[in-house]
């Protein structure tokens, strides 16, 4: 049998340089990394006016043997093989083929490079115009080497570099040459990468590594590449995570408030049931900053992690720092303790410089963080709940362009963080959309934070009556203002000091709204599933009609030519009525779920009227009895005596507690111990109330709320994820279950059972 080698077409480096690196800037980055991988202290990039790019560092250089065989090698795996450097930098590169990136920059290249502890320099040359020629193969492509002597080192550097000068100091390192450039590089273009190169390495962390950008012809407008530093800021978040514990440490910094004239005119604020323990004390505020280590169930709550992803993420860290991008208007401000900011600067910085980057082995994996790419979706979460931090619990989200954050991993701790085979991105996979949802996750932990103490100090600002003082000077303003239009007065009257006021209650009034819009929107949201329902709900009771009897006419068709008892000994998979009897349990279980989704229709439901408990509760174990006998559950309705009876809509008390059910029915799924599973209502009598306390055996609440258990009740907080930590629950059930009682005029009390979870009801009786 012929054995016949593989043959790789010239254009092939072409496909891998040329066109597989995205653009000009990119190609400069991928040679700066490998000036930082060759240990220099600093690399310059310098275009001349003869339209010649230089890239200089002082790295270790190369020898005539790491040239042959590294640098001349398509897909070279020495950094594979040895990821660390002389100086145990981790090498940035990996895939080996960084250095046609001088394609996409130019036609032609020369290299000088001096390797360290050697008196001789070598002198690469190659033209990328030859592997375009017709029918050549790789293999066919020739570049020309030379070994320079060190005697003849000063007069090559001059012909190769004309202000060889400032080469004198260099001992060792590489200088590269690209001629013929495939870009005009004017201003925009040079200006666009040096805010990439400010970006390229993180603020902290990289000291013996500098950048230098120069170009003749705008001699004064570059010089040193600064790394991003920033000390304005609200709020700043560290956290690391450590794969061997699977824990995150996490501290925050707060910076947003003047502590003096929170501790002077807002000291009500720490009476608020949220603020009374840590991190939310006044001896928390003067410190500046709290640490806290989460499981990562915490972060994410319910994850359990089933296809144990966790476990190929790797330790990493992230920082964040959130800033303001405009000054708070007058009634923010009265209604919180600011600092004073620059917003202008601020906000210019946060033009350039918002968004999340990841860095490897410091040094940005791109395009993450730039312009226009919110790869975690900030902007879509902040569209869907788009209020401030006051307004509501859990409706605060931050936006993309307030946000500054970096990310940091590594070759060597983060090995499913591959790259895209065009060195734009890293390959999307189930661990990294894991990665993704928990940083997500830890931006939550800010928001929360800071919501918390907004919403306080928002509440404190409608306890004091403020906010009625204000509404009320603008009615009595308003009074004037009509009075003085009909009959103008002699009296000395401000007309700008009235619509100050009327202003100042519009302001108010405008924040009211909007919390009552936010609601309006949640509970839109939840009702669109039951509208396309009820648009569909005729085809739907057709549906449920053919469920009934589908199974018994397949069986009916089937008799007449094979009989049950002529299929005794064939496997179950096999055997048709088998196969039959199971899809009658699922068209069983499904009328019973349509039958559910459609009881909201019914008319009836929608009006107030006496419900007898005991007669409810017995149609609610109807109702449910498939579904949970199904499951193995049993619901036990203690005996209630028959006149007891509140007035409300029937709808309100399916709302309670089918969504009680539900949570139960996915709580012991949750389970992993093996019990009786139970769910029990009881029902008492006392002082005009009636007290319904429900239960169940099953796996109670979520480790991650027990610290908190009350948090169930606000709106969006589920702990229901994928395996990806990504939220698929809406939050809203128990949220509905506390406001449709209260609406009703009752009270909804969280109880502590030894095991599952129990809840009491209490309600005014008719």
């Not at 999307?428 to 949802?437: A, H, I, M, Q």
């Not at 049950?564 to 009328?591: C, H, S, W």
């Not at 005009?688 to 908190?708: E, F, H, T, V, W």
Request: glycine share 6%; charged share 30%.
């Amino acid at each position: 049998m012929a054995q016949i080698p593989f043959s790789v077409s010239a254009r092939t480096a072409r496909l891998i340089g040329r066109e597989n690196v995205a653009n000009a800037e990119g190609a400069v980055i991928e040679l700066v990394k490998n000036s930082y991988d060759a240990d220099a202290d600093s690399v310059t990039i310098f275009f001349s006016d003869k339209e010649e790019l230089y890239i200089i560092d002082n790295g270790h250089g190369m020898t005539e043997e790491i040239i042959k065989s590294a640098w001349m090698t398509i897909g070279t795996d020495h950094k594979e093989i040895d990821p660390f450097s002389p100086r145990k930098r981790v090498k940035s590169g990996a895939k080996g083929i960084g250095r046609f990136a001088l394609d996409r920059l130019g036609e032609k290249v020369e290299m000088l490079t001096f390797p360290k502890g050697s008196d001789k320099a070598f002198l690469w040359k190659a033209d990328w115009s030859d592997f375009e020629k017709a029918g050549t193969s790789v293999s066919d492509v020739k570049a020309s080497l030379d070994e320079v002597k060190s005697s003849d080192v000063p007069q090559q550097l001059s012909n190769f570099y004309k202000d060889s000068k400032k080469l004198d100091s260099l001992k060792q390192g590489t200088v590269l040459k690209i001629s013929k450039l495939r870009d005009s590089w004017n201003e925009k273009l040079l200006t666009e990468l040096y805010e990439s190169l400010e970006s390229l390495v993180p603020g902290e962390g990289v000291d013996d590594f500098s950048i230098n950008l120069d170009a003749s012809h705008f001699p004064d407008k570059y010089g040193h590449v600064k790394p991003l530093l920033n000390q304005d800021f609200d709020y700043r978040i560290n956290a690391s995570y450590s794969n061997k514990t699977q824990k995150i440490t996490v501290t925050v910094e707060r910076n947003e408030f003047d502590i003096h004239l929170l501790e002077k005119k807002f000291s009500e604020v720490f009476i608020d049931s949220r603020m009374v323990s840590e991190p939310y004390r006044l001896v928390d505020f003067k410190k500046g900053s709290f640490k806290k280590i989460y499981s990562v169930g915490e972060v994410i709550n319910g994850f359990s992690d089933p296809d144990n992803l966790l476990q190929n993420i790797g330790d990493f860290s992230f920082k964040l720092t959130y800033a303001k991008n405009r000054a708070p208007n007058k009634e923010d401000a009265r209604k919180y303790p600011y600092k004073s900011f620059e917003y202008s600067a601020r906000s210019e910085w946060l033009e350039r410089f918002s968004g999340i980057r990841i860095f490897r082995d410091n040094f940005r994996v791109r395009p993450y963080g730039e312009k226009g790419d919110d790869w975690l979706h900030l902007g879509e979460r902040a569209a869907l709940s788009p209020a401030g931090p006051g307004q509501r619990l859990n409706g605060y989200r931050v936006r993309p362009n307030q946000v500054y954050g970096s990310v940091h991993i590594s070759r060597l701790q983060n090995l499913l963080f591959q790259d895209k085979s065009s060195r734009e991105g890293i390959q999307e996979n189930d661990t990294f959309s894991l990665f993704k949802n928990l940083l997500v996750s830890i931006i939550g932990l800010m928001e929360r934070d800071r919501n918390v103490i907004f919403y306080s100090l928002s509440e404190l600002y409608k306890r004091t009556d403020e906010a009625e003082r204000v509404k009320e000077e603008a009615r009595e303003a308003a009074e004037r203002i009509k009075k003085e239009r009909i009959q103008p007065s002699s009296k000395n009257w401000d007309f700008s000091e009235d619509a100050e006021k009327v202003a100042r209650a519009f302001k108010v009034l405008e924040g009211e709204i909007e919390e009552k819009h936010e609601e309006i929107k949640i509970l839109r949201s939840l009702a669109s599933a039951g509208l396309i329902t009820a648009a569909v709900a005729h085809e739907l009771r057709g549906l449920e009609n053919v469920l009934v009897t589908r199974n018994q006419e397949l069986r009916s068709l089937i008799e007449p030519y094979i009989k049950e008892t002529d299929l005794q000994g064939i496997r179950d998979a096999f055997n048709p009525y088998v196969l039959l009897r199971e899809m009658e349990q699922t068209d069983k279980n499904l009328r019973e779920w349509l039958s559910y989704a459609l009881m909201p229709l019914k008319r009836d439901k929608r009006k107030r009227a006496v419900i007898f408990l005991s007669e409810y509760f017995i149609g609610l174990g109807n109702t449910w009895s498939n579904l949970l006998g199904e499951r193995k559950i049993v619901l036990d309705v203690a005996s209630i005596d028959e006149s007891y009876r509140v007035k409300a809509f029937h709808i309100d008390f399916d709302t309670v507690f089918n969504n009680l059910v539900i949570n139960s029915i996915e709580s012991f799924a949750r389970q992993k111990k093996s019990v009786d599973r139970k769910i029990q209502i009881q029902c008492a009598y006392h002082d005009d109330r009636y007290r319904i306390i429900y239960s169940d055996n099953g796996a109670g609440l979520d480790d991650s709320l027990r610290k908190n258990p009350d948090i169930i009740f606000e709106p969006q907080i589920t702990t229901k994820v994928d395996s990806e930590g990504k939220v698929i629950g809406t939050g809203m059930g128990m949220y509905l279950v506390k406001n449709t009682v209260e609406e009703n005029g009752g009270l909804v009390e969280l109880l502590e059972p030894k095991e599952g979870f129990a809840i009491a009801i209490t309600l005014i009786g008719k």
